[in-house]
């Protein structure tokens, strides 16, 4: 009987050591992010355990935000035996600037939504007025902005 580690893994066997569908590695074969496996006479796809850390490393970088376009180059740096520190750092410093243009945008929309909190009257007032959230204020206006 062959062992899995002599034949390889069939993709099914892949997909569940990284905790994947079959067809999201078939995908990222097709995307280029995963070579080409081997093939047993049967035709099964057969990988090696370099697939298995391939795909772990795809894991992280998804897990960091980056885009599977970003994502692609990185391997190929990799596997060329250069250092991918400066690709890396170029795509984790434009990543880090969304992270940060999407804190700021957060921040402002929980700094509304406090104000609007903060802005409800009690449970016994009277109905908003239309198109607000807060009733109608003494002498016609409302508490707080549309």
Do not use: H, K
Request: one cysteine or more; glycine letters at 6%; proline letters at 9%.
């Amino acid at each position: 009987m062959t062992t899995t580690a002599a034949r390889g893994l069939r993709v099914a066997e892949l997909a569940t050591a990284v905790g994947v569908r079959p067809d999201t590695i078939r995908y990222y074969e097709r995307a280029g992010l995963l070579p080409a496996p081997q093939r047993t006479t049967a035709g099964y796809r057969s990988y090696d355990a370099g697939a298995l850390d391939r795909l772990r490393f795809i894991q992280d970088t998804q897990r960091l935000g980056l885009r599977l376009a970003d994502i692609r180059t990185l391997p190929t740096v990799r596997d060329t035996d250069t250092c991918p520190c400066e690709p890396a750092e170029d795509l984790l410093r434009r990543r880090l600037a969304e992270v940060d243009a999407e804190i700021t945008r957060l921040m402002a929309l929980r700094a509304e939504m406090a104000a609007m909190a903060d802005a409800l009257p009690a449970a016994t007032c009277p109905p908003p007025s239309p198109g607000t959230w807060c009733p109608p204020a003494e002498g016609g206006d409302s508490r707080c902005s549309s």
